[in-house]
């Protein structure tokens, strides 16, 4: 079956633009992450989401990061004004169950802020 | 709080060289503990994990046993091929969260 996917794979933009980063879980899984990881850095939690329960947004750095989940599937990232700091690799990974354990990652995507 | 500590690579090993990778932690509770492998220009993918003490993981020809006593669980191989080159990351994840706690990753090359 299809694993979890990411969209787009990279994005280049400007300083100050806002930027969406789409994440498709795998089918049935009600625990969705979202992860950064900076070059050289380990992955750094942004969010979670787990089935319709209010997401943790502890790992959020700023107000800039923002992120939903429509219909407890596809989630959607959004970084407004972005920082050539927010550069990294956008890492989102779904599980079945959250007391589960074991997530399965996407491929990430690779965003470059100039 | 809950933290993972892995040996800082790169780690450079000729083929069919014996590895070791070096991952100790603290946690609150009784952690769960896993092995990720990442490739090149892929996501994580899961290697191994154990979920308690004593408990050996192991896949690939890859193990590693879960120390309550040292809070360890180094992750070991054999003969090392080529294809093993990647990015190994160490993680946990306490009983009383549901968030996984990461180590910084150990970047493993192995030449011909």
């Known amino acids: 079956g299809a694993g979890v996917s990411q969209s787009p794979s990279n994005k280049v933009t400007e300083k100050g633009k806002d930027v969406e980063l789409r994440c498709d879980p795998i089918s049935g899984h009600t625990a969705l992450y979202w992860y950064r990881q900076s070059l050289g850095q380990g992955l750094e939690f942004l969010i979670y989401?787990?089935?319709?329960?209010?997401?943790?947004k502890s790992g959020l750095p700023s107000d800039r990061f923002s992120a939903e989940r429509t219909g407890g599937s596809v989630s959607t990232l959004t970084i407004q004004r972005t920082q050539q700091e927010d550069s990294a690799v956008y890492l989102c990974a779904s599980s079945l169950e959250a007391s589960k354990g074991e997530q399965f990652f996407g491929p990430g995507t690779r965003l470059t802020v100039l | 709080g809950n933290s993972v500590t892995q040996m800082e690579g790169p780690v450079t090993l000729s083929e069919e060289a014996f590895l070791t990778i070096n991952c100790t932690y603290t946690?609150?509770?009784?952690?769960?503990l896993f092995w990720y492998v990442q490739y090149p220009g892929e996501g994580l993918q899961l290697l191994l994990k154990?979920?308690?003490?004593?408990d050996k993981g192991s896949n690939k020809g890859f193990e590693a046993t879960y120390r309550k006593e040292t809070t360890s669980f180094h992750l070991e191989k054999g003969s090392v091929q080529v294809s093993d080159s990647a990015v190994y990351f160490c993680a946990l994840r306490s009983g009383g969260s549901y968030i996984p706690t990461f180590g910084r990753g150990t970047s493993l090359i192995v030449h011909p």
């Open positions: 989401f787990q089935g319709n329960s209010a997401p943790d």
């Open positions: 154990a979920t308690k003490a004593d």
């Open positions: 946690a609150t509770g009784y952690p769960s």
